[in-house]
C-alpha cells in the first residue's frame, strides 16, 4: 500500500471518530485538516471549534486511537488547531440548517416534546422527569432534557452534572450556539449551569429572582440558541403551577405532549388537574398522569400509604372528563428510599437499580414512549402503557 492510499486510509478512520459534544463525525464537521503518512508515520491535523474545547483531550486521544488502528502505521503525530471564525460561522449555518435562530422544535418537528408538569411542589416531578430522560436514552432514543424550572432547578445534580465542589459545567459556546453537556446519554440544559457559587466553596449556587419576560427569555434562548442536533424526544421539566413558564411554554410549544405528576394525596391531586387543564388552554395534550411516591410494600409484605391512594386515578378522571380525550394514569410508581439516594447521588436508579420497584414503574413508561411512533403522526396516536 502506497502512502498515498494508507493516509486516505487514516482519513477515513480519523473523520469517523465522533465529536462528544455535537455528536456528529470529525468528517461531517470539517474537523479533519492535512493527513501524510511517511512510512509508518500518520501525521494528522485536526481543528477544534473553539479555544480551550472542553473535550480537547478526549477528542485528541481518540484520533489518535483511531489513526493508530490502521495497519501499516506504528505511529501518530498529532497537530491540534483551532477553526477560523469564518470556518465556525460556516459550522453553526450549517448545524442550524440555514434557519438563523430559528427554533427548532414547533408544530412541523419530528421531535416528540414532552413536558412534566405538577400542579405543586415537591411531588417528585423532578426525579421522574430525570430518570424518564435516562431510560429513554439507555433504550437508544436521542433525548434532550430542558430544566425549565428556573427557580427551582435540580436537574444538574440528579443527573451527576455537580462536581463535589458544587460546579457545574457549563455549556460550550460556538458563536451564537450552546453545546448542551450530556449526561448518562440526555443531553441536559439548566439555569444552574449559568449561575456562580458563592465566597467558600460550602456557598450553595445563587438564587433565581426573576419575574415574567426574563424567565419567557430564557426558556425561549433554551430552546433556539442551544444546539440538541437531531432528537427522538425533548422532555422538559416544568416549574410547578401554572405561572409564567407554563405560560410561556405553552405559547413557545402549542404542539407539546403534558405528563402530569402528582402524589396520591388530595392536597396534591386536586391542584395537579389545573396544571393539566392550563396546557389544554395553550393548545397542548394531556397524554396522560403519573402517580409518584404511592404505596410502597414494606420487608414483611405489608404496604405503607404514606401519600394515602386514590390522587393519581382522580387526577386522570378529571381531565378525562374535561377534554375530548381519555387521560389514562399511566404509572404508580411507588414511595422508594432507592430512587431518593440515586437521585441524591447523582445516577438515575433506573440505571442503577433497574429492578427497584420504583425505576421499574418509570421504565414501563419510557418504554410506552419508545415504541410510539416518531414524528407527526404519532402524535395523534393514543399513548397507553404496555
Not at 101 to 123: D, H, Q, W, Y
Not at 268 to 295: C, F, H, P, Y
Request: charged share 20%.
Amino acid at each position: 500500500m502506497t502512502d498515498g492510499t494508507l493516509a486516505d486510509t487514516v482519513r477515513a478512520a480519523v473523520g469517523a471518530v465522533s465529536d462528544p459534544e455535537l455528536r456528529r463525525p470529525l468528517s461531517d464537521l470539517d474537523m479533519v485538516r492535512d493527513i501524510t503518512v511517511d512510512g509508518a508515520v500518520a501525521h494528522v491535523a485536526i481543528a477544534l471549534t473553539i479555544v480551550g474545547c472542553p473535550a480537547a483531550d478526549r477528542i485528541a486521544a481518540e484520533v489518535t486511537a483511531a489513526a493508530a488502528s490502521v495497519p501499516g502505521i506504528d505511529d501518530v503525530a498529532l497537530e491540534v488547531g483551532v477553526m477560523t471564525p469564518e470556518e465556525r460561522h460556516a459550522l453553526t449555518d450549517r448545524l442550524r440548517g440555514g434557519r438563523t435562530r430559528e427554533m427548532p422544535f414547533g408544530p412541523g418537528s419530528l421531535t416528540r416534546v414532552i413536558a412534566v408538569t405538577s400542579g405543586k411542589g415537591g411531588v417528585g416531578k423532578s426525579t421522574v422527569t430525570a430518570n424518564l430522560a435516562a431510560a429513554l436514552a439507555a433504550r437508544g432514543l436521542a433525548v434532550g432534557l430542558i430544566d425549565a424550572d428556573v427557580h427551582g432547578f435540580s436537574i444538574p445534580g440528579q443527573l451527576g452534572l455537580v462536581a463535589p465542589d458544587g460546579s457545574v459545567p457549563q455549556p460550550t459556546r460556538v458563536d451564537d450556539l450552546m453545546l448542551p453537556p450530556v449526561a448518562h446519554g440526555v443531553k441536559v440544559i439548566s439555569i444552574g449551569m449559568f449561575l456562580r457559587r458563592g465566597d467558600g466553596d460550602a456557598s450553595p449556587l445563587g438564587a433565581v429572582a426573576w419575574r415574567g419576560p426574563m424567565l419567557h427569555r430564557t426558556v425561549q434562548q433554551f430552546l433556539t440558541d442551544v444546539y440538541f442536533g437531531d432528537l427522538d424526544v425533548l422532555l422538559l421539566d416544568m416549574p410547578p403551577g401554572t405561572g409564567d413558564v407554563a405560560i410561556s411554554v405553552g405559547q413557545l410549544l402549542p404542539n407539546a405532549e403534558v405528563l402530569v405528576v402528582t402524589t396520591p394525596q388530595t392536597a396534591a391531586s386536586d391542584v395537579a388537574v389545573r396544571s393539566g387543564l392550563v396546557a389544554r388552554q395553550t393548545g397542548q395534550k394531556v397524554i396522560g398522569v403519573i402517580e409518584n411516591m404511592a404505596a410502597m410494600t414494606m420487608p414483611d409484605g405489608t404496604t405503607l400509604d404514606l401519600f394515602g391512594a386514590g390522587g393519581g386515578a382522580a387526577v386522570a378522571a378529571a381531565l378525562s372528563g374535561s377534554g375530548d380525550d381519555d387521560v389514562p394514569l399511566l404509572a404508580s410508581v411507588p414511595l422508594s428510599p432507592v430512587l431518593r439516594a440515586d437521585a441524591d447521588a447523582g445516577i438515575p436508579g433506573v440505571l442503577a437499580h433497574p429492578g427497584d420497584p420504583a425505576a421499574r414503574a418509570i421504565s414501563q413508561v419510557a418504554e410506552a414512549l419508545a415504541r410510539a411512533p416518531r414524528g407527526l403522526a404519532g402524535r395523534s396516536l393514543p399513548f397507553r402503557p404496555r
